[in-house]
């Protein structure tokens, strides 16, 4: 009511505005010029610390930078874009998000805008973007990575033997292999089969998508494929010789090229002009110096873009504010946290997303779209945020989309959306169980460190880092991890709406690549983000020209507060990982207190990937639920009058991107 008030109230400058917003769209400027960002985030910032730190230290954030490519794709005056792609981007991205903006980039070349992309050095990924222009270049001299996907794993059972601890690994499904760089000096024959087969097909889907490059003909596409294949590192010369390239450009000549068909500058004569000299006619310029400088007049960077696509949309008498979904990020290890905890990068803290998923129980959100990009965590606090989401599935649609990994208990929770998406290429399944138990006790004898246990049970040992477990105690793990197992399994079943018989042949801690699911029942389909937002839009009944904001959570809170509370995060690479664990030994206990406490950090800073599910507690309670269902049984929660008026204040400054 207060929105609508101050709309009447301020309408006549609402039209003024509007009149001048559509004289200043006159002058048409139909070529953009962008610049690929080199850091990208999944996480908007709040908190006062976040005026202190600039976008280039945070990132860009990932999604925006989509709906940018789409409002290119739906402008109705630009005619050229012209893609610069820095060296150093794909640090920032995974395959999931690479093909989500090459599948946005082809639909802007069919809509009829030529695209002209640059390179100044990168990878596979880089080639990949660059494989969906018309006109593709590169700056001389630059090397490119080429290699495939491939793996080398390490395997530290040795080193840790040496040291004195060992780990223990339980686990349901035999293709559940994330604890034997622990506990193994090799991989089993299961983990090898497996991993084959996810590089396999990786290197299909990416290989089918190079053989979809324009005016790229078979015969120059094969020997494209023969220089990936047969060697690591490329040059710009090999790229040339193999068609894959049109022409090498210097980065401060790209645009003389595109206009002028010219690398080099026009040449300009020049002399001294002295005290008694005559002043010479002006110079007058050649044909491309004319044509360059009318193409520069023609051409507009991101920000002008934007700028004018807002002024296009503006409406003096559109009063409401237009429908919203909402895009959830959960990103990284699932751990369950502490009351009051925050949400965090690389952390799904389930306890943080209580009040997120109730506000987004109680928004005006149409529908809420799960962002998963997670090898999974801690079972409890899976089983807690899939009850959270199923919760949330029974008020409004819910629909699940995988990133770059979405498995073991990533898969898990997303079991409650109603439906799930996935890029071809994220990796996802790892249905099963795998738990740690640390036996130290010879690294306490080296330390000169001795134990006394008061009121051992017939099944403590098992708690114990210093007793090896007795045949009660393994009896009852291994009980406890197949329960868990077949718990998993029900909710899968149950979310999904496959037999048991179905989930279990699909089961076994094996990892997928998404795209051999389709058909599968355990993802609806494969897509990208754009697209599945387009379909809900068709789906739900909107005009194509019907306005839709998207809003982004969480916000992270860049404050000392949040940082000291968040702590460090823990690097992914083996040795770092390694390093940080053995660097824990001012003491065993402290070693063994963060082994027992927190398994699941630790161990997926020591593996490189493999997604896994970590059950740290013997028993593990799971509740009966019935499977969420599409339409809309039960209203949102109630809340007091005062906490949802400021829910509705603070709505009114919230963050929109218009979709």
């Not at 409004?396 to 770059?404: L, S």
């Amino acid at each position: 009511m207060l929105r609508l008030f101050f709309a009447l109230l301020f309408l006549p400058l609402r039209l003024i505005v509007f009149a001048f917003y559509r004289l200043t769209l006159l002058k048409r400027r139909s070529i953009l010029h962008l610049h690929v960002p080199d850091r990208f985030t999944l996480f908007e910032s709040s908190g006062w610390m976040s005026r202190f730190v600039g976008q280039e230290k945070q990132g860009i954030t990932y999604f925006p930078f989509l709906f940018l490519l789409r409002r290119i794709r739906k402008s109705k005056d630009l005619q050229q874009l012209i893609l610069e792609i820095p060296p150093g981007f794909e640090s920032a991205l995974n395959w999931s998000q690479i093909f989500d903006i090459a599948a946005e980039l082809d639909r802007i070349r069919q809509a009829g805008i030529r695209i002209v992309a640059h390179a100044s050095g990168g990878g596979l990924q880089t080639l990949l973007l660059l494989s969906r222009a018309d006109l593709r270049l590169i700056a001389p001299g630059v090397m490119f990575l080429t290699a495939l996907p491939h793996r080398e794993s390490f395997y530290y059972a040795g080193l840790l033997d040496q040291i004195g601890l060992q780990i223990e690994v339980y686990h349901a499904g035999k293709f559940k292999s994330a604890g034997e760089s622990l506990s193994r000096t090799g991989s089993s024959s299961a983990a090898r089969e497996n991993m084959t087969t996810l590089l396999e097909r990786m290197r299909a889907l990416i290989l089918e998508r190079f053989e979809q490059t324009p005016a790229l003909d078979p015969a120059s596409y094969t020997r494209f494929k023969r220089l990936l294949l047969s060697q690591s590192i490329c040059n710009a010369e090999d790229l040339l010789n193999s068609s894959f390239v049109n022409a090498v450009v210097e980065s401060r000549r790209l645009l003389a090229y595109i206009a002028t068909g010219r690398t080099e500058q026009p040449r300009l004569e020049h002399r001294f002009i002295g005290p008694g000299d005559e002043k010479p006619a002006p110079l007058v310029e050649d044909d491309h110096t004319a044509d360059l400088t009318l193409f520069e007049k023609r051409t507009m960077d991101a920000g002008l873009f934007l700028k004018r696509e807002r002024r296009r949309l503006y409406r003096p008498f559109r009063l409401k504010r237009p429908p919203s979904i909402a895009i959830t990020t959960l990103h990284g290890t699932i751990v369950q946290g502490r009351t009051g905890d925050s949400a965090r990068a690389g952390s799904v803290v389930a306890q943080a997303w209580k009040e997120l998923f109730r506000e987004l129980e109680e928004g005006p959100d149409r529908a809420v779209i799960l962002y998963v990009d997670s090898p999974g965590g801690l079972s409890d606090a899976s089983e807690q945020l899939y009850q959270q989401i199923r919760d949330l599935s029974r008020v409004k649609p819910v629909f699940a989309y995988f990133g770059g990994v979405a498995a073991s208990g990533g898969y898990y929770l997303a079991c409650a959306a109603n439906r799930i998406h996935a890029s071809p290429v994220s990796l996802t399944g790892s249905i099963g169980v795998i738990r740690f138990r640390p036996q130290a006790s010879a690294l306490l004898k080296k330390l000169q460190i001795r134990s006394e246990r008061l009121l051992f049970d017939d099944t403590t040992d098992l708690l114990s880092p210093t007793a090896k477990p007795g045949r009660k105690s393994r009896k009852l793990l291994e009980a406890s991890t197949a329960s868990a197992y077949m718990d998993f399994m029900k909710r899968v079943a149950e979310g999904r709406g496959l037999s048991a018989e179905k989930v279990l042949a699909a089961a076994g801690g094996r990892v997928y690549v998404a795209d051999e699911l389709k058909g599968s029942g355990l993802i609806d389909s494969t897509t990208d983000l754009i697209s599945l937002i387009e379909s809900f839009r068709k789906e739900s009944g909107m005009k194509e020209e019907q306005p839709l904001d998207v809003r982004l959570l969480p916000e992270l809170q860049i404050d000392l507060r949040a940082m000291i509370r968040s702590g460090l995060p823990l690097t992914e690479s083996h040795i770092a990982g390694l390093s940080g664990l053995l660097n824990l030994v001012p003491g065993a206990g402290t070693l063994l207190k963060q082994l027992i406490a927190s398994p699941g950090e630790i161990v997926h800073a020591m593996v490189s990937g493999l997604p896994m599910m970590l059950a740290p507690s013997v028993s593990t309670c799971m509740h009966e639920t019935d499977a969420p269902q599409l339409t809309q049984q039960s209203g949102p929660r109630r809340s007091n009058p005062v906490g949802r008026a400021l829910h509705l204040f603070a709505r009114l400054f919230e963050r929109r991107y218009p979709f």
